[in-house]
């Protein structure tokens, strides 16, 4: 009953406080006339406007640069980051942001952009294909796991028990079958830059990189960020750990990012590297089919989270 009604008036209104800095983080934005549709990483077209108008109205929004610059001035300030690199950014979420002038961080994976393929979208567009999960479960998982509890929740286990340390040539198989263009590819994402839009590091592959052995994890991330500096010649200094929570990276990821000059990166909150402190955490709230309210609630929350953070 507490948590209900303490759930109800968080989801009212956005808590005022000083020098508030969020970043939001989307993945696919679905057309309205589109059928491609991933539940967990999914956002349609017109909750999508809503939630950036409601961004909009309490947000001064600035791109990623602006924003970890920003010092305390008494205002509220946010950035537009995406994962992944879907192809919907472009023809979707792309022209409202434009229309808003409002600056965008896109984290992409070298495989997505060359293959058109990852192994995550993969198992969910391709979970009744027998022969890829075989092919996967042959080569990341343990002979502990049988295939038949493997087929029956492929990406839970690829999540938490893969042996990532395989070669990665086997996430991907050219038999399998699309709806249509899933990600980004090399030439529009030079054109989106060439309009503003910043492109930043995400890994080649995006495994977990917690586990990965320290040699994978190195290859995984200088890898990315080399083909990223040689595709739009300019230096990549933000990394977005994949799937971005605390038990999908350890002490060797933090490690390689500081040893390779990055400034920060995207883990549930932001670490700065240049400071090696977590101290002045900036929350990443991810979205999909979220109401208002629901974002009122997870923004108010993140704001709590943060400041008894910020405290210790």
Same mark, same amino acid.
């Given at each position: 009953?507490?948590?209900?009604?303490?759930?109800?008036?968080?989801?009212?209104?956005?808590?005022?406080?000083n020098?508030?800095?969020?970043?939001?983080?989307?993945?696919?934005?679905?057309?309205?006339? /589109?059928?491609? *549709?991933?539940?967990?990483?999914t956002?349609?077209?017109?909750?999508?406007?809503?939630?950036?108008?409601f961004?909009?109205? *309490?947000?001064?929004?600035? /791109?990623?640069?602006?924003?970890?610059?920003?010092?305390?001035?008494?205002?509220?300030?946010a950035?537009?980051?995406?994962d992944?690199?879907?192809?919907?950014?472009?023809?979707?979420?792309?022209?409202?942001?434009?229309?808003?002038k409002?600056?965008?961080?896109?984290?992409?994976n070298?495989?997505a952009?060359?293959?058109? %393929?990852l !192994?995550?979208?993969?198992?969910?567009?391709?979970?009744?294909?027998?022969?890829?999960?075989?092919?996967? !479960?042959? #080569?990341?998982?343990s002979?502990?796991?049988?295939?038949?509890?493997?087929?029956?929740?492929?990406?839970? &286990?690829?999540?938490?028990?893969?042996?990532?340390?395989?070669?990665?040539?086997?996430?991907?198989?050219?038999? &399998?079958?699309?709806?249509?263009?899933?990600?980004?590819?090399?030439?529009?994402?030079?054109d989106?830059?060439?309009?503003?839009? %910043?492109?930043?590091?995400?890994? /080649?592959?995006?495994l977990v $990189?917690?586990?990965?052995?320290?040699?994978? %994890?190195?290859k995984?991330?200088?890898?990315? #960020?080399? *083909?990223?500096?040689? $595709?739009?010649?300019?230096?990549? %200094?933000?990394?977005?750990?994949?799937?971005?929570?605390?038990?999908?990276?350890?002490q060797?990821?933090?490690?390689i990012?500081?040893?390779?000059?990055?400034? *920060?990166?995207?883990?549930p909150?932001?670490?700065?590297?240049?400071?090696? /402190?977590?101290?002045?955490?900036?929350?990443?709230?991810s $979205?999909?089919?979220?109401?208002?309210?629901?974002?009122?609630?997870?923004?108010?929350?993140?704001?709590?989270?943060?400041f008894?953070?910020?405290k210790?």
């Amino acid at each position: 009953m507490l948590l209900r009604l303490a759930k109800k008036v968080l989801s009212l209104q956005p808590f005022p406080r000083n020098n508030h800095r969020v970043i939001f983080l989307y993945h696919h934005i679905k057309a309205t006339q /589109s059928n491609f *549709y991933l539940p967990q990483c999914t956002t349609s077209e017109n909750n999508f406007i809503e939630q950036i108008n409601f961004i909009r109205k *309490y947000f001064n929004i600035l /791109s990623l640069e602006e924003l970890l610059a920003k010092t305390e001035d008494g205002k509220r300030y946010a950035s537009i980051v995406f994962d992944d690199g879907f192809d919907s950014f472009k023809n979707v979420a792309f022209p409202v942001l434009k229309n808003y002038k409002i600056p965008a961080t896109v984290f992409v994976n070298q495989a997505a952009i060359e293959k058109q %393929q990852l !192994w995550v979208s993969n198992i969910l567009l391709n979970a009744d294909n027998k022969n890829y999960l075989e092919q996967l !479960w042959h #080569k990341f998982m343990s002979e502990q796991i049988n295939f038949d509890k493997f087929a029956k929740n492929p990406l839970n &286990l690829m999540l938490t028990q893969a042996n990532f340390n395989a070669d990665p040539s086997f996430l991907y198989d050219s038999n &399998l079958k699309f709806p249509l263009k899933i990600y980004l590819d090399e030439q529009e994402i030079i054109d989106l830059d060439k309009k503003g839009i %910043q492109f930043e590091n995400h890994s /080649s592959d995006h495994l977990v $990189l917690s586990l990965c052995n320290l040699d994978t %994890q190195r290859k995984q991330i200088i890898e990315n #960020k080399l *083909y990223l500096e040689n $595709l739009l010649a300019k230096t990549s %200094q933000h990394f977005a750990i994949p799937f971005g929570k605390t038990e999908h990276f350890n002490q060797d990821t933090t490690q390689i990012l500081q040893n390779n000059l990055y400034n *920060y990166s995207n883990i549930p909150q932001i670490f700065d590297y240049q400071q090696n /402190s977590i101290k002045n955490l900036i929350p990443r709230i991810s $979205l999909t089919e979220e109401s208002i309210p629901e974002l009122i609630f997870y923004l108010n929350r993140a704001t709590i989270q943060s400041f008894f953070e910020n405290k210790l």
